[in-house]
């Protein structure tokens, strides 16, 4: 038998005989009649299947026939091809691909792609609702978590996909800002907490959400005079009950007097939580027994035993704030205890305790920490601050805060920025002004020096502090802060530290000449006016001006002998190729202090509007929606009850 015809192969058009002989393997018999029975693979993209009529066996098994017949294939979509004898021509087939190749692009048109979505990894999905995020939280922006908490409800209803996504966004931080709507409070015929009802409803039903969150922002439901209500903290702590992987609680910060409450224990089982916020408050039994004894054991051991235990599951706790009323008492044997039970303890912030409670010895038993803030403290003195500076638990500090403590030393400040290596910002701000022992006639600069700071907060506010304050400049021009990039000093009367930084043409901000508060606090007590942070932007401006006003050189242009122009180049403050920079921004955008206090903490449970650097502050005005009212679905898709544009203060902003 010939082999097959390179030319019918090209074309396509294969002989039933050249078909059979080209699938035989090497060794076999070419066989028609046996080889008709079997089904053989083809090179065409066409399915073929032998008829298993007699008639067509006995047909393709006489050579006569075998040489006048040609076969011709079904389509792509049959299930059974005829293997017919009838004689076709080369242009048939052809047509027949051509019809074939047709078909099959039809075919595969009409069938639906598969959704583009399947195929994104879930980090494509985060980043678009990060994006969604930063639309609806940046600064100046509109809209407020009502808003953003409506397009994730939106998108999770898109597909399956999409709600996988957005479920981690929607309940891993809850924020619940403002009021409840009207239609809401009265369905569920209630005064108010509303939302917070229906939302413990939803975790306690379904426990997987509730494992999603981490972070919770419950409404301001303070009253205006006194604490929350037992109702209020009793339901915010079932609200904690049913999140076990809680690790915050933002805005919501109820006094704690040595008594039983619901919340206290709530977060006391928390094994996740990350921050807490202790401020302690007068409890009556221990005033009384304080006037009748003295210091320790004012309070019984069941209130020690009760506020202790409070800590014991707290491994992962990696912030505290501990904070005193007036009259509040916690002793120095709890602050020890407390200390050993948080092993994963960073940042740390102490504030107006009594000389009884927190005091050197206190300060000497703190566990290494990276951030540490010690404020009105009246137990604290120069000689304990240097002891503990010296030890090994003050070499991890990165971030020192010391904050009316009338140090009166600046030895003291000279060896702590020496021993701590590791520091990297240093706030200091008190009235007294730190001064060099009587004896010591000569001094070697730099007397301050620090090889890692890069941030330094320097606010001594006595009359006096220009002594301490020529030292610190003499040392800056000494290369004793070569890391140093930032300085903030709102009291610097003769611009000593801004004439060491960057120049600059401009330091106050537009808002400045708005500022209604700051025009009346100069009005009513310019001593108090001078410490605000508009006032030293003002300063600092003036000093900007008068140096503008005077000629620092000329340059004279000479032609032929000739002085034929002269340019005039006006005086600036600062230092060309400085790396410092003079800065006079508060830690809070739109507030008149420097650094953000225990005031502006509670003050941050109801809500704040975004405050501004560089533009003008705008009002407490709540967000309804009306920024999307341009939605075709109208009012009834994009208003809501009126809210405040809440951003929270980090804790960070303390250290």
């Not at 931080?173 to 009265?186: C, F, M, T, W, Y």
Request: a positive charge; hydrophobic letters at 40%.
């Amino acid at each position: 038998m010939a082999m097959m015809d390179s030319y019918r192969v090209k074309r396509a058009s294969l002989n039933p005989d050249d078909a059979l002989l080209a699938n035989r393997h090497a060794g076999q018999v070419y066989d028609p009649v046996i080889m008709a029975y079997r089904p053989q693979k083809t090179p065409l993209p066409f399915t073929a299947s032998v008829s298993w009529d007699s008639a067509d066996f006995y047909a393709a098994a006489r050579p006569e026939s075998r040489r006048s017949s040609t076969s011709s294939y079904a389509s792509f979509g049959s299930a059974h091809s005829t293997f017919s004898t009838t004689q076709t021509t080369t242009s048939s087939i052809g047509s027949s691909r051509s019809s074939f190749t047709t078909a099959q692009q039809r075919s595969r048109s009409t069938q639906p792609p598969a959704p583009v979505f399947r195929r994104l990894p879930l980090e494509i999905y985060e980043c678009i609702l990060q994006q969604l995020k930063n639309i609806h939280t940046e600064p100046y922006i509109q809209s407020c978590a009502t808003c953003y908490l409506r397009d994730l409800y939106d998108l999770a209803l898109v597909s399956r996909t999409w709600d996988r996504a957005v479920r981690v966004q929607l309940y891993d931080r809850i924020h619940i800002v403002g009021h409840d709507s009207a239609s809401q409070l009265k369905k569920c015929k209630m005064k108010s907490g509303v939302r917070l009802k229906l939302l413990r409803r939803t975790l306690r039903e379904r426990r997987v959400l509730a494992q999603y969150v981490h972070e919770l922002k419950v409404p301001n439901l303070r009253p205006e005079t006194g604490d929350f209500s037992t109702e209020t903290i009793d339901m915010v702590a079932s609200i904690v009950m049913a999140c076990p992987n809680l690790e915050r609680l933002v805005g919501f910060h109820p006094t704690y007097n040595h008594t039983f409450n619901k919340l206290t224990h709530a977060l006391s089982t928390r094994r996740k939580l990350k921050e807490y916020i202790w401020i302690i408050s007068e409890n009556d039994e221990i005033t009384a027994r304080s006037q009748i004894q003295l210091p320790p054991g004012l309070m019984d051991i069941q209130q020690a035993a009760s506020f202790i235990q409070c800590h014991d599951s707290w491994s992962s706790l990696t912030t505290l704030f501990l904070h005193s009323q007036p009259n509040a008492i916690l002793e120095h044997d709890i602050f020890v205890s407390v200390f050993e039970r948080l092993p994963s303890l960073l940042h740390l912030a102490i504030s107006s305790f009594d000389i009884d409670d927190f005091n050197d010895e206190t300060l000497r038993s703190l566990p290494p920490l990276q951030s540490l803030r010690l404020e009105a403290l009246s137990g604290i003195t120069c000689d304990g601050l240097s002891s503990y500076v010296s030890s090994a638990a003050a070499l991890p500090l990165r971030s020192l805060s010391l904050l009316a403590l009338s140090l009166s030393s600046l030895q003291l400040i000279s060896k702590l920025l020496a021993n701590l290596a590791s520091l990297t910002r240093f706030s200091i701000s008190q009235e007294l002004s730190p001064t060099l022992p009587p004896d010591m006639f000569m001094v070697f600069q730099p007397l301050l020096a620090s090889a890692s700071l890069r941030y330094l907060h320097w606010d001594i506010r006595s009359p006096l502090a220009s002594t301490a304050t020529d030292h610190l400049a003499s040392s800056i021009r000494a290369h004793g802060f070569p890391t140093l990039r930032t300085i903030r000093a709102p009291t610097d009367p003769y611009g000593t530290l801004q004439a060491l930084c960057k120049p600059r043409a401009q330091i106050i901000l537009p808002s400045d000449k708005y500022n209604a508060i700051a025009a009346d606090l100069r009005k009513a007590n310019p001593s108090l006016y001078a410490r605000t942070m508009h006032a030293a932007r003002q300063a600092a401006q003036q000093r900007i001006e008068a140096a503008r006003n005077t000629i620092l050189f000329k340059i004279m242009v000479e032609e032929a002998g000739c002085v034929s122009q002269i340019y005039d180049l006006p005086g600036f403050v600062g230092t060309v190729g400085s790396h410092i920079d003079y800065l006079l921004k508060p830690d809070i955008p739109g507030t008149e202090e420097a650094i953000c206090g225990w005031g502006d903490l509670l003050k941050d449970e109801g809500g704040r509007s975004h405050g501004a650097d560089d533009k003008f502050v705008r009002g407490m005005e709540g967000c309804t929606g009306l920024w999307n009212a341009s939605h075709p679905v109208g009012k009834k898709w994009w208003w809501h009850t009126e809210r405040a544009r809440w951003k929270g203060i980090e804790l960070e902003r303390f250290f």
